[in-house]
C-alpha cells in the first residue's frame, strides 16, 4: 500500500514536471492572440498617467540601475523619449526589469507596455508570438575578441583558435554554423557564467571570446589596459535590435516607430539639445519646421503635442547625442548604427 | 650547559636533579592530546596548521592590507584605474562604499532610503521579539499584524505624506526579507495542517495532502516560480494583473510549505503511540489532543530540521533574479554591471554572502539555545 501511493505520487509529481516546460510554449503563442483595440494600449497608458516599460535587468549601456538607484541607458531613453512625448516629463516612466526568459510574457500579459530590452527582431517574434517590432534603435552582431598582441586581424585567421564562448544563446550556435561555413576549425570552451567566461579568454585559456559586438566592447572597456585587446571586423549573425509593443497597438506602435525615426532624423538635420530650442524659433528649412512643430500638424496625427520632438530633443538629444551618452563610455564606435549619410544604416524617412 | 647544572646541584645540594611532570591540564596538553598524540597527527596538525595561516595571512592582505577603500571621482564617473591594477592582489572596498545603498535598497527613490532602512529594522525587532519566551502569548499575534502594517505602509507609503513607491521600485535586503519572512510566516501553518492532514483518517482530505505535497515537490522551485512569473499572468484576462513580487511570494509560501510539512510529519510520527491513546482516554477532543498533546511535542522534536529549512529558504529566495526581481544577491549582481565597476565581484559577493551569514548565523543559534532549554527532560 506504502510503496504504491509512493509510487503514485511520484509519477503525478513527475507529470507535473514534465508538463510544465512543455505547455510552457505551447501556450505562449495560443494567448497571444488576445485581440486588443487599435488605441487600447494607448488610452490606458494615458488613463494611467505613467508608462510601463520593460527593461533587462542589467546590461551596462542599455538598462542598468546607477548608484542611485536610477536607471540609465539607451534603452531607457527609449522609455524616457516616449513619457517626454505624451506628458513632456521624462519621469513618468515605471521600469519593469524582466529578465531573458520572462520578458515575452510580461508584454504579451500586459504586465508592461512596450519592452525596450535588446530585443533582436526576427520572424518568429513578430508573427506567432504576437509582437510589433517599432524599428531598429540598434543594429547589433556577433563579433570576436582577441589580444591585440596575438597578431589576428580578420576572424579567418582564427583557424584553429579555442574560443570562449557562453552557452543557451544563439551565440554558441552561430559560431558553430560561421565555422561550417568558412571551414574553420576551432576547439570551443563553453563556460555558462560571463565573469568567468571573461577570465578565462583574459588569463590567456582562449585565444578569442565571441559575443555580441556590445557586449563585447562593454568587456573590453573593463578591462585594466583595453588596447591590448581589439575586437575584430568581422560580424558573423544579425541582431537588429529594438523596442517591440502588442499586435494590434497599431496607434502606439505608430508613436514608437516615429519617435525613433525623429531621433534619427533631428540628428540628420544637426539639431541637439543644445540648439533645438533656436531651431525650433530660426530655422527656417521646412524639415526642420515639420519636424518641431513649426508648420503642420505632425505631433496631431500621432496623438501627442505638436512640440512633441522639441521637448524630447531638449530633454534627451538625437539619437546621436543618446548614443554616445550611453554608449561611448562602454567603448561602442558607431558602426553600422552611424547615419546613412555617413555610411551606417540609420536612415529615416519623412517626416512629413 | 655544564654551568647551568653546577650552579643548580649547590643551590639545593641535597635534591637529586628531577625533571618537572608531565602538564596533564591546559592548553599544552590538550594540545599534546589531541593534536601531537602521534607522528601522523603531528604531520596532519602542522600541514593544516601552515594552510590555514598561510590562507589567513593572504585574507588580510587581500582585505586589509592591499585594499582600497576609496577611488577619486571625477566628474560622476569613479577612476577605479588603482583598483584594477592591483590585479587581484587586494581588494577594492571603494565599490561597497560606492554601491552598498543599492545593493542593500535596489532601486527604491534614494532619498527615501530611510524607509526600506527603517523596515529592516522593524524586521529585525519583530524577530527578536518573537525569538523572547516571554512574549510567547497571544500579545505576538497583534505585535505580528501592527509591524507588517507598519513595514507595508513604509514600503508602500501614499499616506500620511510618504510618498508612494510601486513595488517595482522595491529592492535589495527589503526583498529578501519580506519573501522569506511572509513565506515562512504562512508556510508554517499550513504545514502543520498538512502534516495533519496526511495522517488523517479522512481519505479526501489525506488524498488532498498527500497530492499537494508530492506534486510540489516533485519540481523545482525555480519552475514553480517560472510558473508564477511566466504562465499564470497569462490565464488571467488581459488587463488584469497581480502583483510580481506577490505571484513569487505565493509559489515560495506553497514550496516552503510543502517541505516543512514533511518534517512536522516526521515529528508528528516519531511520537509513541501511547501519546495518542492516553490523550483519547482522557477524552480530549481531536484538537484539544492535537493542540495540548501532540503538536508542542512533535515540534520541538524536530527544531534542528525545520530551522535547517527555514535557513535554506532564507538562501532560496534569491532565486526570484530569475524573474527580474531585485533581491540581495541580484542587486549586488547588477551592481557591478556598471563598467566602472565590472570584475570587482569578489567584493561584492563577499559583503553579501557576509549579510546572509549573520542572519543565517543568528537562525541556527538561537534554534541550538531553544533546543537545549525545551528538551532538557531528555538530554543526556
Given at each position: 500500500m506504502k510503496a504504491l501511493r509512493l509510487t503514485l505520487a511520484a509519477v503525478m509529481g513527475g507529470a507535473a514536471m514534465l508538463v510544465a516546460p512543455v505547455m510552457a510554449p505551447m501556450m505562449a503563442p495560443a494567448m497571444a492572440q488576445a485581440p486588443a483595440a487599435s488605441?487600447?494600449?494607448?488610452?490606458?497608458?494615458r488613463a494611467r498617467g505613467t508608462l510601463i516599460c520593460g527593461v533587462n535587468t542589467g546590461l551596462a549601456g542599455f538598462a542598468q540601475p546607477d548608484s542611485q538607484g536610477v536607471w540609465r541607458g539607451f534603452d531607457v531613453d527609449y522609455c524616457r523619449a516616449v513619457a517626454v512625448a505624451l506628458w513632456n516629463d521624462p519621469n513618468k516612466v515605471r521600469y519593469v526589469p524582466t529578465t531573458a526568459q520572462n520578458r515575452f510574457t510580461a508584454l504579451q500579459s500586459g504586465e508592461v507596455d512596450m519592452l525596450a530590452r535588446n530585443t533582436t527582431w526576427t520572424l518568429s517574434r513578430d508573427t506567432s508570438l504576437g509582437f510589433d517590432f517599432t524599428g531598429i534603435n540598434f543594429y547589433d552582431g556577433q563579433g570576436f575578441m582577441v589580444k591585440t598582441s596575438a597578431g589576428v586581424r580578420t576572424a579567418r585567421d582564427l583557424n584553429?583558435?579555442?574560443?570562449?564562448?557562453?552557452?543557451?544563446?544563439?551565440?554558441?550556435?552561430?559560431?558553430?554554423?560561421?565555422?561550417?561555413?568558412?571551414?574553420?576549425?576551432?576547439?570551443?570552451?563553453?563556460?555558462?557564467?560571463?565573469?568567468?567566461?571573461?577570465?578565462?579568454?583574459?588569463?590567456?585559456?582562449?585565444?578569442?571570446?565571441?559575443?555580441?559586438?556590445?557586449?563585447?566592447?562593454?568587456?573590453?572597456?573593463?578591462q585594466p589596459r583595453p588596447a591590448d585587446h581589439m575586437i575584430l571586423p568581422d560580424v558573423i549573425s544579425k541582431e537588429p535590435l529594438g523596442p517591440a509593443v502588442r499586435h494590434g497597438d497599431q496607434r502606439f506602435a505608430d508613436l514608437l516607430r516615429w519617435i525613433h525615426f525623429g531621433l534619427v532624423g533631428a540628428e540628420e538635420l544637426g539639431i541637439t539639445a543644445a540648439n533645438v530650442q533656436q531651431a525650433a524659433q530660426t530655422d527656417a528649412r521646412p524639415d526642420v519646421q515639420r519636424m518641431l512643430g513649426r508648420s503642420g500638424e505632425l505631433g496631431q496625427m500621432l496623438g501627442v503635442d505638436n512640440l512633441w520632438m522639441v521637448n524630447i530633443i531638449r530633454t534627451l538629444g538625437n539619437y546621436g547625442e543618446m548614443f554616445e551618452r550611453n554608449l561611448g563610455p562602454i567603448g561602442l564606435q558607431r558602426g553600422p548604427n552611424a547615419l546613412w549619410t555617413n555610411g551606417g544604416l540609420q536612415y529615416a524617412p519623412p517626416l512629413r | 650547559m655544564s654551568d647551568v647544572t653546577l650552579n643548580a646541584a649547590t643551590a639545593n645540594p641535597e635534591a637529586a636533579p628531577r625533571t618537572a611532570p608531565v602538564v596533564s591540564t591546559g592548553p599544552v596538553a590538550w594540545l599534546r592530546a589531541n593534536l601531537f598524540s602521534s607522528w601522523i597527527n603531528t604531520a596532519?596538525?602542522?600541514?593544516?596548521?601552515?594552510?590555514?595561516?598561510?590562507?589567513?595571512?593572504?585574507?588580510?592582505?587581500?582585505?586589509?592590507?592591499?585594499?582600497?577603500?576609496?577611488?577619486?571621482?571625477?566628474?560622476?564617473?569613479?577612476?577605479?584605474?588603482?583598483c584594477r591594477e592591483l590585479e587581484g592582489a587586494g581588494a577594492c572596498w571603494a565599490v561597497i562604499g560606492e554601491k552598498h545603498r543599492f545593493i542593500l535598497f535596489g532601486t527604491y527613490p534614494y532619498e527615501e532610503h530611510w524607509r526600506p532602512l527603517l523596515v529592516c529594522a522593524l524586521f529585525i525587532a519583530l524577530y527578536v521579539v518573537s525569538a523572547m519566551r516571554r512574549f510567547w502569548s497571544w500579545v505576538l499575534i497583534p505585535i505580528?499584524?501592527?509591524?507588517?502594517?507598519?513595514?507595508?505602509?513604509?514600503?508602500?507609503?501614499?499616506?500620511?505624506?510618504?510618498?508612494?513607491?510601486?513595488?517595482?521600485?522595491?529592492?535589495?535586503?527589503p526583498i529578501t526579507l519580506i519573501l522569506s519572512t511572509f513565506g515562512l510566516a504562512f508556510a508554517f501553518p499550513l504545514a502543520v495542517l498538512v502534516a495533519l492532514g496526511r495522517r488523517s483518517k479522512l481519505p479526501a482530505i489525506k488524498m488532498l495532502c498527500v497530492l499537494?505535497?508530492?506534486?510540489?515537490?516533485?519540481?523545482?522551485?525555480?519552475?514553480?516560480?517560472?510558473?508564477?512569473?511566466?504562465?499564470?499572468?497569462?490565464?488571467?484576462?488581459?488587463?488584469?494583473?497581480?502583483?510580481?513580487?506577490?505571484?513569487?511570494?505565493?509559489?515560495?509560501?506553497l514550496f516552503a510549505g510543502a517541505y516543512l510539512a514533511e518534517v512536522v510529519r516526521a515529528g508528528l510520527q516519531t511520537l509513541p503511540r501511547g501519546q495518542y491513546e492516553a490523550a483519547d482516554a482522557l477524552g480530549l477532543s481531536y484538537w484539544y489532543k492535537t493542540g495540548f498533546i501532540i503538536?508542542?511535542?512533535?515540534?520541538?522534536?524536530?527544531?534542528?530540521?525545520?530551522?535547517?529549512?527555514?535557513?535554506?529558504?532564507?538562501?532560496?529566495?534569491?532565486?526570484v533574479l530569475i524573474i527580474g526581481i531585485f533581491d540581495l544577491l541580484t542587486a549586488g549582481k547588477t551592481a557591478i554591471v556598471e563598467p566602472a565597476w565590472q570584475?570587482?565581484?569578489?567584493?561584492?559577493?563577499?559583503?553579501?554572502?557576509?549579510?546572509?551569514?549573520?542572519?543565517?548565523?543568528?537562525?541556527?543559534?538561537?534554534?541550538?539555545?531553544?533546543e537545549r532549554d525545551l528538551n532538557q527532560h531528555r538530554s543526556r
Open positions: 488605441g487600447a494600449t494607448l488610452d490606458a497608458i584553429g583558435a579555442t574560443i570562449c564562448v557562453q552557452p543557451g544563446t544563439t551565440t554558441e550556435q552561430n559560431l558553430t554554423d560561421w565555422a561550417r561555413a568558412n571551414r574553420i576549425r576551432f576547439t570551443p570552451v563553453v563556460i555558462e557564467r560571463l565573469e568567468e567566461v571573461v577570465g578565462a579568454y583574459v588569463s590567456g585559456r582562449c585565444d578569442a571570446y565571441t559575443t555580441d559586438v556590445s557586449g563585447l566592447a562593454s568587456t573590453r572597456s573593463a | 596532519v596538525s602542522l600541514v593544516l596548521a601552515y594552510l590555514l595561516i598561510r590562507w589567513t595571512i593572504g585574507f588580510i592582505d587581500w582585505a586589509f592590507i592591499n585594499a582600497i577603500w576609496t577611488v577619486p571621482v571625477q566628474g560622476n564617473i569613479p577612476q577605479t584605474q588603482a505580528w499584524i501592527g509591524t507588517l502594517t507598519v513595514i507595508g505602509v513604509l514600503m508602500w507609503g501614499g499616506i500620511l505624506g510618504l510618498s508612494y513607491v510601486p513595488q517595482e521600485r522595491w529592492g535589495g535586503l499537494y505535497v508530492e506534486l510540489v515537490r516533485g519540481v523545482p522551485l525555480i519552475s514553480l516560480l517560472f510558473m508564477a512569473s511566466v504562465m499564470f499572468p497569462l490565464f488571467l484576462p488581459e488587463g488584469m494583473n497581480i502583483d510580481k513580487l506577490l505571484r513569487a511570494q505565493v509559489a515560495i509560501t503538536l508542542p511535542q512533535a515540534l520541538r522534536l524536530v527544531i534542528p530540521p525545520l530551522v535547517n529549512t527555514f535557513i535554506g529558504f532564507f538562501k532560496d529566495t534569491s532565486l570584475g570587482f565581484g569578489i567584493e561584492v559577493y563577499v559583503f553579501v554572502g557576509a549579510i546572509y551569514l549573520v542572519f543565517c548565523f543568528a537562525m541556527s543559534k538561537y534554534s541550538q539555545d531553544l
